[in-house]
Each structure stands twice: as C-alpha cells, then as structure tokens.
C-alpha cells in the first residue's frame, strides 16, 4: 500500500475558549451526526480522520464523501483539479467561483486519512484499507514504528510479541 502525503503549505488553527466550546457543544448535540461532521468539516481547517477500517470509521469516512458529493452538487461544481487558473473562473457564477477559490479539492475526498499500521494487521485489513483509498480517491498517511518498515524489522528490534510481555512499552512504540 503506497504511502500518500499531505502537503500543507499554510498552517491552521483554531482556538476556541471554554465557553466558546459549551456553546458549540450544545448546539452540536442536537445535531444528527452527518450535520456534525459537516460542521467540522467546514469550522475546523485541516480537519483528518484516524482510523482502522472499521465499522464505525468506514461509516464516518462514507459519511464525509457524501457530504462531499452534496457540496458540489449545490455548487454546481463538478470534479476538476483544485488549483484552477482565474481564466476558468470567468463565466461562471458567484457561488461556482468561490467554492473553487476556497480551495477546496473538488477532485479527491476532502479530509485526509490517518492510519496507524501496527505492522501486525491482518493481510484483509490491509487490502481493505487499499480499496478504501482506491473507492473514494482519499489521501491517506500511513504511520508505522520508527525505523520500522515489516514485523520482521520491529520484532529485531523489541523482540517477537511485546505485546504480551510489555504492554505500554508496545502502544508507545506502535501507537
């Protein structure tokens, strides 16, 4: 599986105040978790997703290309690359033309992926996280233990089943 960058040319922030956080929070929680996460994916730049190509991170991440996909629909926009010169944006209207400045990708799925590969995950997780980032055309970072790039590599080094034998010192080092 290809290990994918994510090339952030300018930095994001957001802070929020405690109080700030109640207030959203209770506006969020009478939200259905699709309004949710396009609220997060609009408030919140350089919004990721982690997962481990579960059940409920595959949800999430169908979730967000739905929301993707609705957002170009009310844009009108259709997939095109994201850098777009000002020559394209001549003729159309008002909202197309901003939706394509914002620099949103209207090509690939808005919100990068995070995997942490432990280096012990069965061969199905793995092709499963291939097809994932085939199916919606998402950036995905993969993560392994430093210096580590097989099982073989992390077992010569911490020896075979830390897990078992050190629990905290494995999360630390895979995790």
């Known amino acids: ?8 040319s300018t930095s994001h922030s957001a802070i ?3 109080a ?3 207030f959203i929070n209770a506006k969020l929680e009478k939200l259905s978790p699709e309004k949710i ?3 997060a994916m609009i408030s919140l730049p350089g919004l990721i997703q982690t997962t481990a190509f ?3 991170g595959l949800v999430i ?11 170009q629909a009310s844009a009108n926009v259709h997939p095109t690359p994201a850098s777009s010169s000002a020559s394209e944006d001549e003729g159309q209207d008002d909202s197309q033309a901003k939706f394509r400045k914002s620099g949103y990708n209207t090509r690939r799925h808005p919100v990068p992926l995070i995997f942490i590969d432990t280096l012990y995950h069965f ?6 996280a291939q097809r994932v ?7 995905l970072k993969v993560y392994k233990p430093q210096n580590c790039e097989t099982t073989e590599d992390f077992e010569r080094q911490y020896g075979q089943q830390l897990w078992e034998s050190d629990e905290i010192s494995y999360d630390y080092l895979v995790k």
């Open 61 to 71: 991440l169908d979730m967000i290309n739905r929301i993707h996909i609705d957002q």
């Open 20 to 22: 700030h956080l109640k």
């Open 123 to 128: 061969q199905e997780t793995l092709d499963l």
């Open 1 to 8: 599986m290809p290990e994918s960058t994510i090339n952030h």
């Open 54 to 56: 579960g059940p409920t």
């Open 37 to 39: 996460i396009e609220w």
């Open 133 to 139: 980032q085939d199916h919606y055309d998402i950036p």
């Open 16 to 18: 929020f105040t405690p």
